[in-house]
C-alpha cells in the first residue's frame, strides 16, 4: 500500500509537473472548503439515521443516492462512465480503498462520536508520511519526525485511553484513515483529463458495496418511513456536492495551498456535533485536535516549499 502511495507522489511530485495558479490555487482552495462543508454534513445525516436503521443500510442508501445523482449528471453532460481507466489498477485500487474506509469511518461516528472521528481524520497526512518512514525506509529529518509525533499524541488526546472518554469504537476511524490516505493520494494521481463526474460516481459505488458488503454484520434493513426521506435528500447532495469538489480541488492545485484548507472540516463536524447531537468537546479534545491540525499543516506546507526548490 504505501508503496503504492509513494510511487504516485513520486510522479506527481516530478520537476515536470506544472505549477498552479494564484486564480486556480483559490479556486481550488474554495472547491475544498466546500467539500469539507458536505462531508461534515453526510456524517451527520449518517450518524442519525443509523439511531433508526442499520449501517449497512444507511451506507448503501446514501451511496446509491449519489450513484443517482452523478449518473444523471453523466447523462447530461454526455461523460462515458466505463472509459478504460476504470479498468486499470488505480482506479481499482481507489474504488477498494473508498468501500473500506467508509465502513470503518462509519462505524467510528456511529458508535463513538461524530467529533471524536472526524478529529481523527485529520491525521491522514501524517499517516501518510509515517508509513513512508517505516516502510519505505524514506528520510525523515528530525522536524518531520517532531511533527509525526506530535499529531500522533494528538490522535492519542482525542482518543483519551484509559479515561471516561474513551471509546474502543474510536480506532476504526484510526484504521479508516491509512486507507482515506490511500485514497486521496489515489485521486492526485489519476489525469487531468478524467472527469470529477466519473471519480465521483465510482466512489459512491463503493460506498454501496460498503453497505451490501456488511448486511450479515449490522442486520436486517427496515422499513423506510417518510422522514427518512429529507435526510436521505440532504445526504445526497452534500455528499455529492463533496465528493465533485474535492476531485476538482486535488486533481489541479498545489498541495501545500490547497490542502490546509481540508482541515475546515474539523470546524464544520465540531459545530455539528454540539448543535445536533449534544457531544462534548472537552479540553483534551481540543489540544489533541490542535495538535493534529498544527502537525499536518506544517508538514504539507514544509513539502510544498521542497518541492518548489526541486522545480
Not at 495558479?21 to 462531508?39: D, K, Q, T, Y
Not at 436521505?232 to 498545489?254: F, K, P, R
Request: charged share 10%; proline share 3%; hydrophobic share 55%.
Amino acid at each position: 500500500m504505501w508503496l503504492f502511495i509513494y510511487q504516485s507522489l513520486a510522479i506527481r511530485s516530478s520537476p515536470v509537473s506544472n505549477q498552479a495558479s494564484p486564480e486556480e490555487n483559490l479556486r481550488c482552495i474554495l472547491f475544498m472548503v466546500i467539500a469539507m462543508a458536505g462531508f461534515a454534513v453526510e456524517d451527520a445525516v449518517i450518524k442519525k439515521l443509523s439511531l433508526t436503521m442499520p449501517v449497512s443500510q444507511v451506507l448503501l442508501l446514501i451511496g446509491l443516492g449519489g450513484l443517482l445523482v452523478f449518473g444523471l449528471v453523466s447523462r447530461v453532460k454526455k461523460i462515458d462512465l466505463f472509459v478504460p481507466e476504470t479498468r486499470g489498477l488505480t482506479f481499482l485500487v481507489r474504488v477498494g480503498a473508498e468501500l473500506i474506509s467508509a465502513i470503518l469511518f462509519a462505524v467510528a461516528i456511529v458508535y463513538a462520536s461524530l467529533s471524536m472521528s472526524s478529529a481523527i481524520l485529520q491525521a491522514t497526512p501524517l499517516t501518510v508520511a509515517l508509513g513512508g518512514a517505516l516502510f519505505l525506509k524514506q528520510k525523515v529529518g528530525m522536524r518531520q519526525w517532531a511533527l509525526i509525533g506530535s499529531g500522533f499524541i494528538g490522535v492519542l488526546l482525542v482518543l483519551q485511553p484509559g479515561l471516561d472518554g474513551f471509546k474502543v469504537a474510536g480506532l476504526f476511524a484510526v484504521l479508516g484513515v491509512g486507507f482515506l490516505a490511500l485514497r486521496d493520494v489515489v485521486t492526485r494521481t489519476m489525469a487531468i483529463s478524467i472527469s470529477p463526474v466519473l471519480i465521483s460516481f465510482w466512489g459512491f459505488f463503493g460506498m454501496l458495496l460498503a453497505g451490501a458488503v456488511t448486511i450479515p454484520i449490522f442486520g436486517d434493513f427496515r422499513v423506510l418511513v417518510f422522514d427518512d426521506l429529507p435526510l436521505l435528500l440532504i445526504s445526497s447532495i452534500s455528499g455529492s456536492l463533496g465528493y465533485y469538489c474535492v476531485v476538482q480541488a486535488t486533481q489541479t492545485g498545489d498541495v501545500a495551498v490547497v490542502a490546509p484548507f481540508r482541515y475546515t472540516r474539523l470546524l464544520f463536524a465540531l459545530g455539528l456535533a454540539v448543535i445536533f447531537f449534544d457531544e462534548e468537546v472537552n479540553a483534551m479534545m481540543v489540544l489533541g485536535s490542535s495538535l493534529i491540525i498544527g502537525s499536518g499543516i506544517v508538514m504539507i506546507v514544509s513539502g510544498g516549499s521542497r518541492r518548489k526548490q526541486i522545480n
